[in-house]
């Protein structure tokens, strides 16, 4: 359990990082991401600069963390400069045999509270995977032109950089080696720096956002598809159903790497 405030210099920084305006009062969709963190002592990472022990913990040593999706029901908008709390603990941990070898799923699930009142439920889908695989992915590099969609699907570009994903890995307090080490990304098996899935799904709530879709009392799921890799400019566009539905996150060769659905409200 971590109790904070929701501070305004993060939302801030947040903000500049993504060249939008500050928000004044009200703290937009999965915005809540960079808050209410956890901050385990230098002691207890791992070499991949993961935390050894916390929520989660990795099943076994040398197993390889990657973020695979969640789902996340907003049931208010949290308030800018008033004090929240987060809760989380792990809800489910299964085994299953991949392309790659065996995977662990764990899901963590955290419940933000603010007043009082239950403002947002967030699952989180973590994947761990046996040492000495390799996924395969083809970098892009910020000299390839971005992918475009359809002319008038709604969308917007993040040009990803190297100088972004310091900055987010900062934010978000996530000092995993994958997003920033170049010699690192070799030894889990990318070809380069990877970009945050995290990071794609703010930005798919971004494309709803910025274009007045409201996801209060509504569930999204979002989930990777494929590895990102290489600083690049990606897009995220609506899904088949329109911008109120969902959408789908494309790296610069126009491969789909991450998508998202807007459902009703799930029970909780």
Do not use: C
Request: hydrophobic content about 35%; charged content about 20%; proline content about 9%.
């Amino acid at each position: 359990m971590r109790t904070g405030r929701i501070e305004p210099g993060v939302v801030e920084a947040l903000a500049g990082l993504l060249d939008v305006p500050v928000p004044a009062r009200l703290l937009p969709p999965m915005w809540h991401q960079v808050h209410l963190l956890e901050r385990p002592p230098q002691h207890t990472l791992g070499p991949d600069g993961h935390a050894t022990h916390g929520i989660p913990a990795p099943p076994g040593p040398g197993r390889r963390r990657m973020f695979a999706g969640g789902r996340v029901t907003t049931l208010r908008a949290l308030a800018i400069g008033e004090e929240a709390t987060r809760t989380s603990w792990v809800t489910n941990t299964v085994d299953k045999q991949g392309r790659t070898g065996p995977l662990t799923f764990v899901t963590v699930r955290s419940e933000i509270a603010q007043g009082g009142r239950l403002t947002v439920v967030e699952e989180s889908d973590i994947v761990y995977r046996e040492p000495g695989s390799t996924l395969p992915a083809t970098p892009g590099t910020l000299d390839d032109p971005p992918w475009h969609g359809p002319d008038g699907t709604p969308s917007l570009t993040l040009r990803a950089d190297e100088a972004l994903l310091f900055r987010y890995s900062a934010l978000t307090y996530n000092a995993h080696r994958i997003h920033y080490d170049h010699n690192w990304v070799r030894s889990e098996g990318y070809a380069d720096l990877v970009v945050h899935g995290p990071l794609q799904a703010l930005m798919l709530a971004e494309l709803a956002r910025r274009n007045e879709v409201d996801p209060t009392g509504r569930e999204t799921s979002y989930r990777m598809v494929a590895p990102m890799t290489g600083p690049q400019t990606f897009t995220v566009t609506a899904g088949e159903e329109g911008v109120e539905r969902g959408g789908l996150v494309r790296d610069v060769h126009g491969m789909v790497t991450a998508v998202s659905t807007i459902g009703p409200l799930a029970d909780h």
